[in-house]
């Protein structure tokens, strides 16, 4: 079955760095895009960051262009999402998300809190 499970997330001070993975099972991992997400309490989900399949495109929400960078390792079945500059607005529960047969799969999430 697929499986992703994020890791790395905390509590960082303004203008922190932080950088969060999510291992992939269950699939073939090099066959598929990527994404990001992000939610943050009473408001929507909003899509961050999204990477091809061999990694080659990437796309960035607008909020977070230059500051956050996507990246993968198929040899380890790991996307990876590097954020820095972080402000408290990026205060949210991370999600990695693939689509596979025209259905979404989603982790658990990772907890990232940007605060003084």
């Known amino acids: 079955q697929v499986q992703l499970v994020e890791s790395g997330g905390g509590l960082v001070q303004p203008g922190g760095s932080l950088r969060l993975s999510c291992a992939a099972s269950?699939?073939?991992?090099?066959?598929?895009?990527m994404r990001w997400y992000r939610q943050a309490p009473g408001k929507e989900r909003e899509l961050v960051a999204h990477?091809?399949?061999?990694?080659?495109?990437?796309n960035y929400a607008d909020s977070v262009k230059g500051r956050f960078t996507v990246s993968r390792d198929n040899a380890k079945n790991t996307v990876y999402l590097q954020m820095n500059s972080l402000k408290p607005e990026d205060t949210a529960v991370y999600y990695c998300?693939?689509?596979?047969?025209?259905?979404?799969?989603w982790g658990q999430g990772t907890q990232v809190t940007v605060s003084s």
């Open positions: 998300n693939t689509n596979r047969a025209n259905v979404d799969y």
């Open positions: 990477i091809s399949n061999l990694g080659r495109s990437t």
């Open positions: 269950g699939f073939t991992f090099s066959l598929y895009a």
